[in-house]
């Protein structure tokens, strides 16, 4: 193959599949990054156990400068081939393939030749049923990922928590994740059409889609194949592979009778907890204490070798019976950061149940649960 | 002790201090913080083994909005201190001392109670002879620095050269610094008058110093004790332990007649060397070659696992002999850095002796060397 291109635009190519090599795999044609040059265009594939990200870099766009003199294709080591790009003296270089796999990048006065491996032992991606897709806003993804992926487990004791659960069905799309201490469920209304699924997708799968999305992209199709999901934009193939099991059912775990509910603005709400917990980090327990009463609420911390910590916290409105409950703020922290600037509404039932945050317009179908720490 | 005072000019000066502070030290009162609050203002004080730093915020600076209710002192722990204050909600906050060493702070609805230590505990700082100083502006010294420290052996087995050697004699200072592979050393004529002085202080110190002067600072006076240097700012005391031992004899290592000088821009040169070194980098053999002829020089390097990478150096002159020169291309970045955006003349004696880099136009006398790799 042999072709010149614009450096940067390459180099933007490049960065997205780099999401999916690990320096670390057990397979060392991974650690490289797979280029093919057709008439079309360049195609840049990157891999690893749990993801495989493919982008297509048309040859009608032209900002990338393209000019394509040989097709072909090749695998480079993909963080030496990188760092030599973006060294590069000039906005353009020309890449050669030799047959030997030996690959000459030239710009300006520099000229490197590194040594490739053959193509054609990369792995394959899966071929994709393209006649099943979900379409949904890429905006729109990308909010449930953030309200839902920070809860998932990052113990492997139980590997299906590790993934959220999304799940279509009756026209609405559920995603939910739990690490059994803390909960976030996202329900969003879809335009009935597609086949329902019920899948499980790793966070960490996740949080790299979300990443690697451009900034002008505004759909994304979503395919189940057998033990895999594609997620497909106008010029990215994101392929992430499913956990296997069956999540449990937690649809029962959310309660629906209260005692008190009192009302927050999140930010103040947030930085509350964020001094708290400064303590609670420090002590043996990671807790801090909620008192409410009739027309007070106090977080307080307390670790007898550092010291304490209280502070009233300012409130919207404030119903229901008084109480004092202890939890771990950093689930809090995690829930409110997921809520953004609105007002939400905590309910509890007794210190020791789980106690549930929803916006106060809860028009959006959306619900988080932290269970509390027993003290006594 | 009880103060009032703006928060986030308390932690302009507490970041000062933490650069001294380690969680690390042996001594568990030095990850401590020492505040010592007179009716002239407040004072903080940060130490390990190498270095202390002493900040002193007067009650004139309006900014500090200081009330000072009750004088006194106290070591409160250094950085969880410090992320209590940043996350405190009012640009104001009350810092109040019992008697039991215990810390109430309290800035609108928060307050926290820590734990802290008498201040009769904490070390004390070495006593200055304020009537040998040399004064120094502040831009200069750490010009010296950056032009000199970077060349301190990072190798324990010789302490000595971990520091940059000083030497006042004759209204010249002398800063030189080796690790022996490289050298680096830098002449400033001073106004005669201050005692002249030999000394070697650790290069982690003068990487410590240079960060810590605030922008606004324009002198220096550095004064010498025992084993101790002083650097003393209007708002900082910054004291280092010295080195022991003796500095071995540099001027002897400096070449003076030579076969082959080349001029380069240095940011040409930079680039070029930066480019070669990924590859060199990637092999076993950290190593770049420069090939010198008559109306040509390029960089090359080879490693045949990895690749080759070649390039014609663009030159502003080059006379004398041809040459084949191999070397670590890490010092030769490193070199070059410190030179910033200027002109040098790069000046060989053969293939296996040290070469050097001045500026072009040397009246600011200052010189680096290079020790070349054989390869034969």
């Known amino acids: 193959m042999k072709l010149t291109i614009n450096r940067s635009i390459f180099l933007n190519e490049l960065s997205t599949v780099q999401r999916a090599i690990s320096s670390k795999t057990t397979i060392p044609i991974l650690t490289g990054v797979k280029l093919a040059l057709s008439n079309d265009g360049l195609s840049l594939t990157g891999s690893n156990a749990d993801i495989s990200i493919e982008t297509v870099l048309s040859n009608t766009n032209t900002k990338a400068e393209m000019l394509i003199e040989r097709t072909g294709a090749v695998v480079l080591p993909s963080r030496f081939f990188g760092e030599i790009i973006r060294k590069l003296p000039e906005s353009v270089f020309t890449l050669e393939v030799l047959p030997s796999n030996e690959a000459i990048i ?48 990052m113990q492997e004791s139980r590997p299906i928590l ?28 879809m335009e009935s059409g597609a086949e329902g699924f019920d899948i499980v997708v790793p966070g960490k799968s996740l949080l790299e889609l979300s990443r690697s999305f451009k900034d002008e992209e505004e759909e994304v199709e979503i395919s189940i194949m057998e033990n895999q999901v594609l997620f497909k934009t106008k010029t990215m193939y994101f392929y992430s592979r ?26 103040k709400l947030l930085a509350a907890i964020e001094r708290a917990s400064l303590l609670s980090h420090e002590g043996r327990n990671n807790i801090v204490k909620l008192s409410i009463d009739s027309n007070k609420a106090i977080i307080s911390g307390n670790s007898p070798e550092i010291g304490n ?21 950093d689930y809090m922290k995690d829930a409110l950061k997921a809520f953004g600037g609105i007002d939400v509404v905590v309910k509890f039932i007794s210190p020791v ?3 549930t945050l929803e916006p106060v317009d809860n028009s959006i179908s959306f619900i988080q649960l932290i269970t509390p ?4």
């Open 162 to 189: 590790t993934g959220v659960h999304f799940v279509l069905k009756h026209a609405n799309l559920l995603a939910v994740a739990t690490d059994s201490h803390r909960l976030s469920q996202r329900n969003i209304p």
């Open 353 to 355: 149940r789980p106690f």
């Open 309 to 329: 910590v209280k502070e009233e916290l300012t409130y919207l409105s404030l119903n229901g019976e008084p109480l004092e409950i202890s939890f771990n703020p």
């Open 242 to 267: 499913l956990l296997e099991g069956k999540y449990p059912d937690t649809d029962r775990l959310i309660p629906n009778n209260f005692g008190t509910e009192i009302q927050f603005s999140v930010p």
């Open 106 to 153: 030239t710009s300006g006065a520099a000229r490197f030749t590194i040594n490739g491996l053959s193509a054609d032992n990369y792995p394959h991606l899966p071929i994709v049923d393209e006649n099943n897709q979900l379409k949904i806003s890429v905006r729109v993804l990308n909010k449930m990922i953030a309200e839902t992926g920070f809860a998932v487990s």
């Open 373 to 376: 720490v027993r003290t006594t």
